[in-house]
């Protein structure tokens, strides 16, 4: 089966940027969509990024719409995270997530394959 490593996170201040990847590791025989979602301390976990297998597709929802957008490398097994003017609020674990359709979903509960997820801190 697939494993998608996170990787990128870190301590940033607010206004800052990072960009966080994703690789899909072990079997990647396969069209996998990829989602990036996000989890604060006693909050549920948010859909903030997804794209297509192909790299089409790609989506932001208006919470994030401006500041983060999603990217996939030439090879499929790479997809991108870039996150702009960083808010305190953006602080949370980041997850990718993988699910082997030609189609995303915003839907956690759908995507079966999930990466250990990296901590990004906004602070000042």
């Known amino acids: 089966q697939v494993q998608p490593v996170e990787s990128g996170g870190g301590w940033v201040q607010p206004g800052g940027s990072l960009t966080l990847s994703c690789e899909l590791t072990?079997?990647?025989?396969?069209?996998?969509?990829v989602g990036w979602f996000r989890q604060a301390p006693g909050k549920d976990r948010e859909f903030v990024a997804a794209?297509?297998?192909?790299?089409?597709?790609?989506y932001v929802p208006d919470s994030v719409r401006g500041r983060f957008t999603i990217s996939k490398a030439n090879d499929q097994y790479l997809v991108y995270l870039r996150m702009n003017s960083l808010k305190l609020e953006d602080t949370a674990v980041y997850y990718c997530?993988?699910?082997?359709?030609?189609?995303?979903?915003?839907?956690?509960?759908?995507?079966?394959?999930w990466g250990q997820g990296t901590q990004i801190t906004v602070s000042s």
């Open positions: 997530a993988a699910i082997e359709r030609v189609w995303w979903s915003s839907s956690a509960g759908e995507y079966p394959y």
């Open positions: 072990g079997r990647t025989a396969g069209r996998y969509s």
């Open positions: 794209i297509k297998w192909n790299g089409g597709g790609a």
